[in-house]
């Protein structure tokens, strides 16, 4: 097998570029989270767990995208980033992007399967076995916190 193709750029760019990315990422879960339905009044509800972990991703990449750009002001820069597998990136990137599609189609618990299975995939997990610990363990995680404890459905 040929070997994969290498990219390098340098760390403050990377840091940049992902700390914005994050930024947009996080805003846009904060909107979405934003619509969910709340079943529990003035108390926490379901919205507010993914929208307080939106803000704190949006506040920590803005600080990140921050570090980059001080550095690069200063003149300190640091090494450069080397991304040996690229390709496997990109999935993971596209895996993302999807899973709120699949939600809306497939609903929750299968969507979650599909995506959780085909990351770890991604990520060089290829135990079958394993695969199905991990998603059959995130699974019911969920079930049991967020439906049972929470009263939250997941569709």
């Given at each position: 097998m040929p070997e994969a193709r290498t990219l390098f750029f340098s760390l403050e760019i990377g840091d940049i570029v992902i700390g914005l990315a994050l930024t947009a990422m996080a805003s846009w879960f904060f909107f979405q989270a934003s619509v969910l339905p709340d079943f529990s009044g003035t108390a926490v509800g379901a919205a507010?767990?993914?929208?307080?972990l939106a803000a704190l991703l949006g506040l920590t990449s803005l600080i990140f995208a921050g570090?980059?750009?001080?550095?690069?002001?200063?003149?300190?820069?640091?090494?450069?980033?080397?991304v040996r597998q690229p390709m496997r990136v990109l999935l993971g990137i596209a895996l993302l992007i999807m899973f709120p599609l699949m939600m809306d189609t497939l609903g929750y618990y299968i969507a979650m399967a599909v995506f959780f299975s085909a990351?770890?995939?991604?990520?060089?997990?290829?135990?079958?076995i394993a695969i199905v610990l991990y998603v059959g363990g995130f699974l019911l995680f969920t079930k049991l916190v967020f439906e049972m404890l929470l009263g939250t459905p997941l569709p």
């Open positions: 507010d767990f993914p929208k307080g570090a980059g750009v001080r550095r690069m002001i200063s003149g300190r820069l640091e090494e450069r980033i080397t990351f770890l995939y991604v990520a060089n997990c290829r135990s079958p």
